[in-house]
């Protein structure tokens, strides 16, 4: 049985990552939201954009939300993978701070990409200068306005920061397009210290030539 906790992290840039991702998102393309939530950004999608949208849920409250907002949405745990899905059903598929949550972060993003032409991510930094302060100084798991979990509450299963999912990326032949750091509250333009400095991050990612 799916824990209904999972796949639920609070995005403390909500707003701002909806922004990144529907600046990125072409008018009426296909659409399939991962972890999608109640529904609010397939909303948007469809409404400002005319995107044909999909929402894949496991929480049962949030798959009543999307459904009461008249949008489709299957029932489902990533960590299963996407196997129902159809090859190229998709033009863009969105994984919003969920990508540290399934226990195979690896397959998720080949199947993404196998059922759409592009992924749009949305992930946190635990390369973060206060999270490497918070291991130097207390020798513990980090608790930080970012990440406010102890290590035995946390909904994340992997630890990763932005030098971790580029190195990803380039193992599993997958080419970023955009990477757009995150810094309180704020897209930046990339920088060198990137990975010190962002709370998280988003990428435009799409498949290898």
Do not use: K
């Not at 599993?172 to 010190?196: C, F, K, T, Y």
């Amino acid at each position: 049985m799916p824990d209904p906790a999972r796949y639920q992290i609070p995005d403390p840039s909500v707003r701002l990552t909806d922004e990144l991702i529907m600046q990125h998102i072409d008018r009426g393309s296909r659409v399939i939201d991962l972890g999608c939530g109640d529904g609010r950004l397939m909303h948007r999608l469809n409404d400002e954009l005319g995107c044909d949208v999909l929402g894949v849920e496991v929480d049962h409250l949030n798959i009543m939300s999307v459904v009461q907002r008249g949008l489709p949405v299957i029932e489902a745990d990533l960590d299963r993978g996407l196997q129902d899905i159809p090859d190229d059903s998709f033009d863009f598929a969105v994984l919003s701070q969920t990508l540290q949550q399934v226990r195979n972060p690896r397959r998720l993003l080949s199947e993404m990409l196998r059922a759409a032409r592009r992924a749009l991510v949305v992930v946190p930094n635990f390369g973060h200068w206060r999270v490497r302060l918070e291991v130097l100084r207390r020798g513990r798991t980090p608790v930080t306005q970012s990440f406010p979990w102890e290590w035995y509450e946390t909904p994340n299963v992997h630890f990763m920061s932005m030098r971790d999912f580029r190195s990803l990326m380039e193992r599993m032949g997958l080419r970023i397009v955009i990477e757009s750091p995150i810094i309180r509250g704020r897209a930046v333009d990339r920088l060198l210290v990137s990975n010190l400095r962002a709370d998280s991050a988003f990428y435009l990612v799409e498949r290898g030539s």
